[in-house]
C-alpha cells in the first residue's frame, strides 16, 4: 500500500504552494499519494494547527511544518515504511 501524505494548507498560503510542489517533484520517485486538507473554517484544526501551516502528515503521523527538506523526507518516509 502506497503511503498517505497530508498536507494541511489554509487557501492563499504561498508556503503551502511550495511544499506541495516539492512533494510532487518527489511523488514519482518515492511512491506515495498526497491528500490536501484546508483548515479554513474546521475550528478544531485551526486550533491545532494555527499558523504552522503547511503542517505534513505521513499516514496521519506528523513529519514537519512550513517547509519540506527533500533529504529529511526521504529518511522519514523510509523509516516509516520499515515500521509497516
Known sequence: MRPMVTIYTR????????????LKGLQSE???EIEKRFIDGDLALEAKY???????LIDGE?????????????????????RQ
Open 11 to 22: 487557501n492563499g498560503c504561498h508556503l503551502c504552494e511550495i511544499a506541495e510542489e516539492t
Open 30 to 32: 518515492l511512491d506515495f
Open 50 to 56: 494555527g499558523e504552522q501551516i503547511p503542517v505534513i
Open 62 to 82: 506528523h513529519h514537519d511544518f512550513w517547509r519540506v527538506n527533500p533529504e529529511r523526507f526521504r529518511a522519514s518516509l523510509e523509516r516509516h515504511r520499515q
